[in-house]
């Protein structure tokens, strides 16, 4: 399936309420969900204002290059600290999309930009009075970290990660997003903002952005040769389109609330290597396990069944790693090497 073709499937299926005329804000528009989210608002006929570090950088060319840009997107300078910035960004917005977040596992990058810039989104929302819902993109890391959930318990939207756990065991990035999205919560509640969040999993598919993110980098360590064994490890995956789309649908149904949780499937990472190995076995994906020692984790149960409700069709994982790989070679992050198949 090509970029074309899930942007098609989402403009088809999408629920009538079609963006023209109304303009909604993207924050870290130059992201990996959020340029694809970009692209979904701008071919469902929005307005897009775009926060981003630097307007001006090369490195947003991407969004400047996509269909209807030109008319209908406007790149804003902000920082999730600086409130005024972001409240110019959100003005004269009927719907916010908070995607910004860092990615890290340094306490004192993560956790108070992710709590504060998320306080600051929306509140600016709620101060702009024109805004009708907050589309916030939270994680499966806020979600699923909790060692004393049984193992046949089915994870769904009432799951929160254990933050002392977290602490404990030092996993920033999940503690962060947890407290973020808890921090939203409790904003929204208090300044009455109709807020509706997507816990997206680990995001595969193709890059409209020049860099590699930390997801794709996931991938790219098993073909380059950097990772010579795989982890004792199961992990959820998803294609960036259906994350996008996921964001869409949340916003223009009008009965959507809550949180939603936005996985195709949960492997162990041998499935992962093992699938990559099939498609493209002229790389040197690796084939042993760097623990010899423990039993083989088991993937956990999980219900997507929220998002299918509002008609979200999911991408096989297979399919996502096949353009993901694709993506790579077209955008020179992986050299194209003659396979013997």
Known sequence: MTIEDITAKTAAAAPAAPGHGQTVCVTGAGGFIASWLVKLLLDRGYTVKGTVRNPDD?????????????????????????????????????????????????????????????????????????????????????????????????VDESCWSDLDYCKKTKNWYCYGKAVAEQAAWEVARGRGVELVVVNPVVVLGPLLQATVNASITHVLKYLDGSAKKYTNAV???????????????????????????????????EDVVRILAKLFPEYPVPTKCSDEVNPRKQPYKFTNQRLKDLGVEFTPVPQALYETVKSLQEKGHLPVIPSQN
């Not at 009927?94 to 977040?101: D, I, K, L, P, R």
């Open 235 to 269: 992990q959820a995956y998803v294609h960036v389109g259906d994350v996008a789309e996921a964001h869409v649908r949340v916003y223009e149904w009008p009965a959507a609330s809550g949180r939603y949780l936005c996985a195709e499937r949960v492997l162990h990472r």
């Open 58 to 154: 090369a490195k947003n060319d991407h969004l400047r290059a996509l269909r209807g840009a030109a008319e209908r997107l406007l790149l804003c300078k902000a920082d999730l600290l600086d409130y005024d910035a972001l409240r110019r960004a959100v003005d004269g917005c009927q719907g916010v999309f908070h995607t910004a977040s860092p990615v890290t596992d340094d306490p004192e990058q993560m956790v108070e930009p992710a709590v504060q810039g998320t306080e600051n989104v929306i509140n600016a929302a709620a101060d702009a009075g024109t805004v009708r819902r907050v589309v916030f993109t939270s994680s499966i890391g806020a979600v699923t970290l909790n060692p004393n959930r049984p193992p046949d318990a089915v």
